[in-house]
């Protein structure tokens, strides 16, 4: 996961690296171009970099007890046709997110609310 924001005419970079897996439930009728879909993840967080002014700082979570990234992106899919055999969806809407860290002496949750989108050729 990448993530690009200014705070006080800085840029700053965040990159979160992980391992886990995506599901994508989508349902299409005969002829429907539109329909509603969902995507959830299931991520274990491995280790990031922090980056702003020209100054770089990675982390890990190697002394962590649990880690976790949960996502949920739901919202209208549109299905374009490409040719006989290739299709391309494109959909957008609310993403919620959870990252959970739990270390031996305290824990964390974060939870993130934006508007999301995904793309997908078939």
């Known amino acids: 996961m990448l993530e690009t924001q200014t705070i006080s005419n800085v840029k700053v970079n965040s990159t979160l690296n992980s391992a886990g897996f995506n599901l994508n439930a989508i349902e299409f009728k005969d002829g429907n171009v539109v329909v509603f879909f969902a995507n959830y993840t299931f991520n274990i967080l491995l280790d990031g970099q922090i980056s702003a002014g ?3 700082l990675g982390y890990t979570f190697s002394d962590a007890d649990f880690i976790s990234y949960i996502g949920l992106l739901f919202g209208p899919l549109y299905r374009n046709k490409l040719d006989n055999e290739r299709t391309f969806y494109y959909g957008f809407g609310p993403s919620i997110q959870e990252i959970a860290v739990a270390f031996p002496s305290e824990a964390m949750v974060h ?7 995904a793309l997908i050729l078939e």
Not at 111 to 117: C, G, M, N, Q, R
């Open 111 to 117: 939870f993130l609310y934006y508007l999301d989108w």
């Open 54 to 56: 020209g100054m770089s």
